[in-house]
């Protein structure tokens, strides 16, 4: 496995992140971007680690944080 900046372990880490710095956003539309954000990073995680049921549940995640966050977006 690789140690650079682009090994899984840096990916995961860098997904935790984001997803946790979500939380610091005010604006509901942006928390759920920022979350869509992480879990493209988990999906790029899953895809690398080559596990189908991180890469499937975050497909999904992803989808749903940017479909909802702009349907938010309007209503804000």
């Known amino acids: 496995m690789s140690h650079g900046?682009?090994?899984p372990d840096?990916?995961?880490w860098l997904a935790t992140a984001v997803f946790t710095s979500?939380?610091?956003?005010k604006q509901?539309?942006?928390l759920r971007r920022i979350q869509a954000v992480a879990a493209l990073l988990w999906l790029l995680y899953g895809i690398m680690i080559h596990s189908l049921p991180v890469i499937?549940?975050?497909m999904l995640v992803a989808g749903a944080a940017f479909a909802s966050s702009f349907r938010t977006?309007?209503?804000?």
């Not at 977006?73 to 804000?76: D, G, L, M, S």
């Open 22 to 25: 979500s939380y610091f956003s």
């Open 56 to 58: 499937v549940a975050n």
């Open 10 to 12: 840096w990916i995961g």
């Open 28 to 30: 509901p539309g942006a």
């Open 5 to 7: 900046l682009l090994s």
């Open 73 to 76: 977006a309007k209503t804000e």
